[in-house]
């Protein structure tokens, strides 16, 4: 067993694990944070996605180990408190959250496109996407958040 520390969501945890312990495990199982989820569990679905650094990544094959003096940022982090994110708010107000699952997955995806690309073309978030499965009924919705997101926050970051 090895403790690392972890900064998530801008406050620092201190962790025992294993060196195979993936992230995803971590979050989930010892620290109580179960907003990224377990999907595949093989990186191809994208519902644990996390920020780590300011990318998307998938923490069901990071291990946390890895992550230690990084800054990780789980869709429990993007909101301000009682406050919706923008992005966020534009998944609700168009109907794309549809079943929930993936719907983590997606907002941090967005969230890591949004913060690179403030006026990205459906192309852009179509490719932004391309590791996050939606197995309800499609990512029309999803691309229209995204878009209406986008325009919204106005090409400035909404942190």
């Known amino acids: ?19 195979n312990y993936t992230l995803l495990y971590v979050l989930r199982e010892l620290l109580d944070i179960t907003g990224p989820k377990e999907g595949c569990g093989t990186g ?3 519902a644990c996605k996390v920020l780590i ?3 998307a990544v998938n923490s069901c094959t990071t291990l946390a180990i890895k992550c230690e003096g990084k800054e990780i940022v789980t869709i429990e982090g993007i909101a301000d408190g009682p ?3 923008q992005i966020q708010k534009s998944f609700v107000e168009k109907g ?3 079943c929930g699952f993936c719907t983590p997955g997606m907002v941090i995806s967005a969230k890591a496109l949004l913060d690179k690309n403030a006026k990205p073309t459906r192309d852009e978030i179509r490719a932004a996407l391309q ?4 197995r309800c ?3 029309v919705k999803i691309v229209e958040a995204i878009e209406d997101a986008a325009e919204k926050m106005g090409g400035e970051n909404n942190e």
């Open 1 to 19: 067993m090895n403790t690392i520390e972890l900064k998530i969501n801008g406050r620092t945890y201190e962790a025992k694990v294993e060196k």
């Open 83 to 85: 406050n919706l994110h």
């Open 96 to 98: 794309a959250v549809q």
């Open 131 to 134: 590791n996050n499965l939606c």
């Open 53 to 55: 650094d300011g990318e």
């Open 137 to 139: 009924t499609g990512y």
């Open 44 to 46: 191809d679905c994208g």
